[in-house]
């Protein structure tokens, strides 16, 4: 049987980092995983982290295993992380085996209970969104998201399109820093959506891995009241891999919003899903998390740190754009800075990505998305000439 198995074709993204590591150039840059990097090019270990590790390891007591949907306190302090101090009435949290875990519970109790198994998705979206919500047998479909002329979102024919979709369907929704194209909705926009999503009756699905690492914890989860303002209900896949450098200790989190008197009996189905599928969730990253927002120096600490991961997304964004301006004057990078989150779709054609990879050992997906964080001080230089040198190329420079 296995002889007669062909090989799968590579992850787009995991596959571009295992091309890097086996590249000898020494002046190699990833610009693909999605992972925070410091000045130095190090993905750290954040120093709350380290401490409420310490603080877990002298407490331990046993390894027993975790209720289905983890701790309680750990639903909590995610439904105060998302939220804020006040409480949803109607809200149920899972802990799940990272975002893409909370995202695979979220597909597997939506095709369980859905009569029409559709799933919009936005064009474009992250790649792996596709496998997660087409593996339980969903129906995919394409909203309109990014205008590539105007390197924003298309509003218009976003909310166009989301009026269109029937009601009992799912919507994934970015919640901040949308990955791949950096572009955000404003509130105004947001509100809009929320409006239509309450007017339509479809389910929003929210994917919120990048929340604190776009303007702050605050203002990158506000979207989510004018959806809880209107009684909407939905599901919220959160992760904490990137704010909390907790990448392989799988730490995330599927948080379900229902009117009070239905959301025991709905989690219940998801319970039965997970149950299913891992039976319960990994303690170490989710105890990471619990712990850290449950201590206020901790968290102060965190927040701190999260604060400066944040800051140099900004930072290095601004840097980028300027160096870009002096070496390209004629193509425009200003909406680089305008973006937010790791990502950014630069602009460049996958035939530049090619040539960059081929001859300056700089790696990126092939639509030219690149992850901002990957930039340091030492580098900057070194890609911006390059990509300066890449665009040449289409004018025969």
Same mark, same amino acid.
Not at 62 to 73: L, Q, R, S
Not at 185 to 207: N, Y
């Given at each position: 049987?296995?002889?007669?198995?062909?090989?799968?074709?590579?992850?787009?993204?995991?596959?571009?980092?295992?091309?890097?590591?086996?590249?000898?150039?020494?002046?190699?840059?990833?610009?693909?995983?999605?992972?925070?990097?410091?000045?130095?090019?190090?993905?750290?270990?954040?120093?709350?982290?380290?401490?409420?590790?310490?603080?877990? /390891?002298?407490?331990?007591k046993?390894?027993?295993?975790? @209720?289905?949907?983890?701790?309680?306190?750990f639903?909590?302090?995610?439904?105060?992380?998302?939220?804020?101090?006040?409480?949803?009435?109607?809200?149920?949290?899972?802990?799940? @085996?990272?975002?893409?875990?909370?995202?695979?519970?979220?597909?597997?109790?939506?095709?369980?209970?859905?009569?029409?198994?559709?799933?919009?998705?936005?064009?474009?979206?992250?790649?792996?969104?596709?496998?997660?919500?087409g593996?339980?047998?969903?129906?995919?479909?394409?909203?309109?998201?990014?205008?590539?002329?105007?390197?924003?979102?298309?509003?218009?024919?976003?909310?166009?399109?989301?009026?269109?979709?029937?009601?009992?369907?799912?919507?994934?929704?970015?919640?901040?820093?949308?990955?791949?194209?950096?572009?955000d909705?404003?509130?105004?926009?947001?509100?809009?959506?929320?409006?239509?999503?309450?007017?339509?009756?479809?389910?929003?699905?929210?994917?919120a891995?990048?929340?604190?690492?776009?303007?702050?914890?605050?203002?990158?989860?506000?979207? $989510?009241?004018?959806? $809880?303002?209107?009684?909407?209900?939905?599901?919220?896949?959160?992760?904490?891999?990137?704010?909390?450098?907790?990448?392989?200790?799988?730490?995330?989190?599927?948080?379900?919003?229902?009117?009070?008197?239905?959301?025991?009996?709905?989690?219940?189905?998801?319970k039965?899903?997970?149950?299913?599928?891992?039976?319960?969730?990994?303690?170490h990253?989710?105890?990471?998390?619990?712990?850290i927002?449950?201590?206020?120096? $901790?968290?102060?600490?965190?927040?701190?740190?999260?604060?400066?991961?944040?800051?140099?997304?900004?930072?290095?964004?601004?840097?980028?754009?300027?160096?870009?301006?002096?070496?390209?004057?004629?193509?425009?990078?200003?909406?680089?800075?305008?973006?937010?989150?790791?990502?950014?779709?630069?602009?460049?054609?996958?035939?530049?990505?090619?040539?960059?990879?081929?001859?300056?050992?700089?790696?990126?997906?092939?639509?030219?998305?690149?992850?901002?964080?990957?930039?340091?001080?030492?580098? /900057?230089?070194?890609?911006?000439?390059?990509?300066?040198?890449?665009?040449?190329?289409?004018?025969?420079?």
């Open positions: 049987m296995f002889e007669q198995v062909s090989a799968a074709p590579p992850d787009p993204i995991l596959g571009l980092t295992e091309a890097f590591k086996t590249d000898p150039r020494p002046e190699k840059v990833n610009l693909g995983v999605g992972v925070f990097q410091d000045d130095e090019g190090r993905t750290p270990v954040l120093k709350a982290v380290k401490a409420a590790e310490a603080a877990l /390891l002298a407490a331990e046993t390894k027993n295993y975790f @209720p289905i949907a983890g701790e309680p306190e639903g909590r302090k995610v439904e105060e992380f998302l939220f804020g101090e006040a409480a949803v009435p109607g809200a149920r949290t899972a802990q799940t @085996p990272g975002g893409t875990g909370a995202l695979r519970v979220a597909a597997d109790f939506f095709a369980e209970i859905s009569q029409s198994r559709r799933v919009w998705l936005s064009d474009p979206t992250w790649p792996n969104h596709r496998g997660v919500f593996a339980p047998g969903l129906a995919i479909q394409p909203y309109p998201y990014y205008d590539a002329a105007r390197r924003s979102v298309n509003a218009g024919a976003l909310a166009d399109a989301l009026d269109k979709v029937p009601a009992g369907d799912a919507v994934v929704l970015h919640l901040c820093c949308h990955n791949p194209t950096g572009a909705l404003d509130a105004e926009q947001w509100k809009t959506v929320s409006e239509i999503a309450a007017r339509r009756g479809w389910l929003p699905i929210f994917d891995a990048y929340i604190g690492f776009g303007d702050s914890l605050e203002a990158d989860r506000a979207p $989510l009241r004018p959806f $809880l303002d209107a009684g909407v209900e939905m599901l919220i896949a959160t992760s904490f891999s990137k704010n909390f450098g907790l990448y392989r200790e799988r730490a995330g989190a599927l948080t379900l919003v229902a009117p009070a008197r239905a959301a025991d009996a709905v989690f219940s189905r998801i039965r899903v997970i149950r299913v599928l891992y039976s319960n969730p990994p303690a990253g989710g105890q990471i998390v619990q712990t927002l449950s201590d206020a120096l $901790l968290r102060q600490v965190w927040r701190d740190e999260l604060n400066g991961m944040c800051a140099r997304i900004h930072a290095m964004r601004a840097r980028f754009a300027e160096g870009m301006a002096r070496r390209a004057p004629d193509r425009d990078f200003a909406f680089i800075r305008a973006q937010r989150g790791m990502f950014s779709f630069s602009g460049i054609s996958a035939a530049h990505v090619a040539w960059l990879r081929s001859e300056r050992a700089i790696y990126m997906t092939g639509d030219g998305r690149i992850n901002v964080a990957g930039l340091t001080p030492q580098n /900057l230089d070194y890609v911006c000439d390059a990509v300066a040198a890449a665009l040449r190329t289409e004018r025969g420079g």
